[in-house]
């Protein structure tokens, strides 16, 4: 299938997460989500209100991070966290579970900590995109194999009042054998298993691993709805450039490895 421009960009949530941004980075990066009219900018709390006001005319949304990037706040914190970023304008609350818990069988404690967040969001109408860090559960636990741990945590957090399911932080870099570090982020498993394991009131997020307009492509016709991504540009520039040269409905590629 075709897709539109707007189809396209107004999946991408344009990461603006790294720990070494500064301000002018920021403020850049709000520039360029105008610039391709995305669906919005995922920015740290403290932005937030600045890049509403950097925004400001256009219809891009201000979404920000709650407990990033490990989910390891408290429930309290994650809604007072929640509870500031939507009186500085945010609308999307991109949070992060409690995997510690999770892992330790501790059900109770994960959907209160989501309900917390969602119940806070709701309240100023924003909506709420609940993060996995599926890199991390590629053994399972508590007592799950990964897949069913995974559709636990869809399960539980569609009942907690979760808006979108969510593949990963983009920052789920995990300890390989040589001893470096890296991470899958989004795969194509994932996302099946996700948008086959909520309900159509639900939606999914890619995260992690999408850095061309084939992998956003691919992300779209598995059913995601959003893709956070840093690779805006070259994914839009190459839609134009395809559109330009007739050959949009040339043949996909994968989701890659690594790069939120």
């Not at 501790?106 to 709420?128: L, M, P, R, S, T």
């Not at 061309?212 to 779209?220: A, E, N, P, Q, S």
């Not at 395809?242 to 790069?259: F, H, M, P, V």
Request: proline share 1%; charged share 25%.
């Amino acid at each position: 299938m075709t897709y539109s421009y707007l189809d396209l960009a107004k999946m991408i949530d344009h990461s603006l997460l790294h720990p070494t941004m500064t301000d002018n980075d920021l403020r850049e990066g709000c520039a360029l989500a105008a610039k391709y009219d995305v669906a919005s900018v995922c920015i740290k709390p403290y932005a937030v209100k600045q890049a509403v006001e950097w925004l400001s005319g256009t219809s891009v949304k201000v979404g920000a991070v709650i407990g990033f990037p490990h989910g390891n706040s408290t429930t309290e914190s994650k809604r007072y966290e929640t509870e500031l970023a939507c009186k500085d304008g945010a609308v999307e609350i991109d949070m992060v579970v409690n995997l510690g818990k999770a892992l330790s069988a501790d059900w109770d404690y994960v959907k209160a900590d989501v309900k917390a967040v969602c119940d806070e969001a709701h309240k100023h109408g924003a909506k709420v995109k609940v993060i996995f860090e599926n890199d991390y559960l590629t053994n399972g636990g508590a007592g799950l194999s990964s897949d069913d741990f995974k559709i636990k945590l869809c399960q539980l957090c569609e009942q907690a009042g979760a808006d979108w399911v969510k593949t990963s932080t983009g920052y789920g870099f995990v300890k390989q054998t040589d001893g470096s570090y890296n991470y899958k982020g989004a795969t194509e498993h994932d996302l099946s298993l996700m948008r086959a394991n909520v309900s159509s009131k639900v939606q999914v997020k890619a995260a992690g691993g999408v850095r061309d307009l084939d992998g956003l492509i691919k992300v779209r016709d598995l059913g995601g709805s959003r893709c956070g991504a840093t690779a805006t540009a070259t994914m839009m520039d190459d839609y134009r450039q395809r559109e330009a040269a007739g050959t949009l409905d040339a043949e996909g590629g994968k989701i890659g490895a690594g790069g939120y």
